[in-house]
């Protein structure tokens, strides 16, 4: 063999790297890698050994390991979605609670005698009484502009206002007393106390049936309507505020 027939192999040339994709100016990968769980070995008979002949419901068995096993992966996704709504909804509740406070605070004094606008108007009788007689005019001063003794009677429109905000907010704290009770609930649901794997899965087993007793889920649904209910009637309220504007 000739060495001048042996033709040299070319040289790899290094390709450039392609730039990791960013999102934000965060790597897309890198935060699945930390999402990443290791699979879940649903296989009960490998993992836990066989029941002794006559033991199959002794307060170890292979039945109530399983049992509570199930139970926890089922609680924590039925709980985990339950307290992600309860957070948001009494973060909006108590912040809503605070709007409508401070509008209801501003109109409430329209259902009330104004008296400093009252003594306005009398000192302004007073000055053209004061007027006239420099004047030497003649005024007639047995009908004041306003008379104090009168009963006040509050506009028809300032008491809708008042009523529609006053159950606005009524509503609002509803809603934040009862996620707050549900809060507690659920951290009393899952938390349980140490014993045998038959005694938490007759404690869980009765919780849960008084979760389902007291509609507590349905509960749960119904605090966003509620609250879509109070901003309703808030914005029913704000609406009658501009009419006179």
Same mark, same amino acid.
């Given at each position: 063999?000739?060495?001048?027939?042996?033709?040299?192999?070319?040289?790899?040339?290094?390709?450039?790297?392609?730039?990791?994709?960013?999102?934000?100016?965060?790597?897309? $990968?890198?935060?699945?890698?930390?999402?990443?769980?290791?699979?879940?070995?649903?296989?009960?008979?490998?993992?836990?050994?066989?029941?002794?002949?006559?033991?199959?419901?002794?307060?170890?068995?292979?039945?109530?390991?399983?049992?509570?096993?199930?139970?926890?992966?089922? $609680?924590?996704?039925?709980?985990?979605?339950?307290?992600?709504? !309860?957070?948001?909804? !009494?973060?909006?509740?108590?912040?809503?609670?605070?709007?409508?406070?401070?509008?209801?605070?501003?109109?409430?004094?329209? =259902?009330?005698?104004?008296?400093?606008?009252?003594?306005?108007?009398?000192?302004?009788?007073?000055?053209?009484?004061?007027?006239?007689?420099?004047?030497?005019?003649?005024?007639?001063?047995?009908?004041?502009?306003?008379?104090?003794?009168?009963?006040?009677?509050?506009?028809?429109?300032?008491?809708?206002?008042?009523?529609?905000?006053?159950?606005? =907010?009524?509503?609002?704290?509803?809603?934040?007393?009862?996620?707050? =009770?549900?809060?507690?609930?659920?951290?009393?649901?899952?938390?349980?106390?140490?014993?045998?794997?038959? !005694?938490?899965?007759?404690?869980?087993?009765?919780?849960?049936?008084?979760?389902?007793?007291?509609?507590?889920?349905?509960?749960?649904?119904?605090?966003?309507?509620?609250?879509?209910?109070?901003?309703?009637?808030?914005?029913?309220?704000?609406? =009658?505020?501009?009419?006179?504007?």
């Amino acid at each position: 063999m000739h060495a001048e027939h042996i033709q040299p192999r070319p040289a790899c040339v290094p390709q450039p790297s392609q730039p990791a994709r960013t999102f934000f100016g965060l790597a897309q $990968d890198a935060g699945r890698q930390g999402l990443s769980r290791p699979a879940f070995n649903d296989d009960y008979v490998a993992r836990f050994p066989e029941d002794p002949y006559g033991q199959e419901t002794a307060p170890n068995a292979r039945a109530w390991r399983v049992y509570v096993e199930e139970a926890a992966i089922f $609680d924590e996704n039925m709980v985990g979605q339950s307290r992600d709504g !309860l957070d948001v909804m !009494l973060v909006f509740a108590g912040l809503f609670s605070a709007v409508v406070t401070s509008f209801l605070v501003q109109v409430s004094q329209n =259902l009330q005698a104004d008296f400093s606008e009252m003594s306005a108007l009398l000192l302004h009788d007073l000055l053209v009484v004061q007027l006239a007689m420099v004047d030497g005019a003649t005024v007639n001063v047995t009908t004041p502009s306003i008379n104090p003794a009168e009963k006040f009677e509050p506009d028809v429109i300032d008491i809708w206002i008042n009523g529609l905000w006053v159950v606005s =907010l009524t509503t609002s704290l509803v809603v934040a007393l009862a996620a707050v =009770l549900v809060k507690q609930w659920l951290h009393r649901y899952m938390t349980f106390p140490s014993g045998t794997p038959r !005694l938490r899965s007759h404690i869980r087993q009765f919780r849960f049936m008084g979760l389902e007793k007291w509609r507590v889920l349905i509960i749960i649904g119904m605090l966003p309507i509620i609250m879509h209910i109070s901003l309703m009637l808030f914005f029913a309220g704000l609406t =009658l505020f501009f009419i006179p504007l």
